[in-house]
């Protein structure tokens, strides 16, 4: 019953920490993404700033930055996730070795 009990709270601490670390990558992409859409950049968009069309079309980059950001970020998050469930897998080859 104690091994549940950890399993249960290893579970929960991982998803808090995949959340988490989702959630800051997101924040860190999306700005990194919105920093080439500065006007006066070289990637920026040369447009009125008075027409209905580019408020349309700013709206419209914004939502895709957010939705690149948010792939991104999880994207990101599986990699981390893929790479310490591989140090896992040594750990415990390791261990078993050494009984």
């Known amino acids: 019953q104690g091994k549940n009990i ?3 709270i290893a579970n929960s601490l991982a998803t808090a920490t995949a959340a988490v670390l989702a ?3 997101y924040f860190a992409v999306q700005s990194e993404l919105s920093s080439t859409l500065v006007p006066g ?4 968009i040369n447009c009125q700033s008075d027409s209905l069309s580019t408020i349309s079309t700013l709206q419209n980059l914004a939502e895709i930055v957010q939705q690149q950001a ?3 970020s999880i994207q990101n998050m599986y990699m981390i996730m ?3 469930a591989l140090l896992t897998a040594v750990i415990i080859l390791i261990q078993s070795k050494i009984r």
């Open 6 to 8: 950890i399993r249960q």
């Open 23 to 25: 959630e800051n990558r």
């Open 41 to 44: 950049s070289h990637n920026s």
């Open 70 to 72: 948010r792939i991104i």
């Open 82 to 84: 893929a790479v310490l």
